[in-house]
C-alpha cells in the first residue's frame, strides 16, 4: 500500500531554515510526480510545491517562491523541501502528496512552528 512519512519539521526562528524529507513505498515512486502542500492553524490545505516525477521541472506558490526549493532522489524514494528565511506565516503542518495536488495519497504530517 502506498505509504507517505513525512519528517524533519521543527522549531524554527524567523530567518532560520528547516529541511523536510518524505519517505515514499508502495509504488513506483519515479513514476509519479510528488507535491508539498500545507494547513495552518484554523486554515484549509495549501498546496505549497511540486516537482515532476523525473525531477525536470519544479513549481511553486508565489508565497514560496525563492525561499523553498523542492528536490528529489529517485534512488531512495524521497522528496525534499528545504525552506529557508522562514517566516512566523510558515507555521503549519506540512504533508507530502504523491502526485499533484491536494487530493490523492498523502502522510501524516510534520509539524513546522516558526517563531522567536
Known amino acids: 500500500q502506498v505509504q507517505l512519512v513525512e519528517s524533519g519539521g521543527g522549531l524554527a526562528q524567523p530567518g532560520g531554515s528547516l529541511r523536510l524529507s518524505c519517505a515514499a513505498s508502495?509504488?513506483?515512486?519515479?513514476?509519479?510526480?510528488m507535491s508539498w502542500a500545507r494547513q495552518a492553524p484554523g486554515k484549509g490545505l495549501e498546496w505549497v510545491s511540486g516537482?515532476?516525477?523525473?525531477?525536470?521541472?519544479?513549481y511553486y506558490q508565489y508565497s514560496v517562491k525563492g525561499r523553498f526549493t523542492i528536490s528529489r532522489d529517485n534512488a531512495k524514494n524521497r522528496v525534499y523541501l528545504q525552506m529557508n528565511s522562514l517566516k512566523p506565516e510558515d507555521t503549519a503542518l506540512y504533508y507530502c502528496?504523491?502526485?499533484?495536488?491536494?487530493?490523492?495519497?498523502r502522510g501524516q504530517g510534520t509539524q513546522v512552528t516558526v517563531s522567536s
Open positions: 502528496f504523491r502526485d499533484w495536488g491536494t487530493s490523492g495519497y
Open positions: 508502495g509504488f513506483t515512486f519515479s513514476d509519479h510526480a
Open positions: 516537482i515532476y516525477h523525473d525531477g525536470s521541472e519544479t
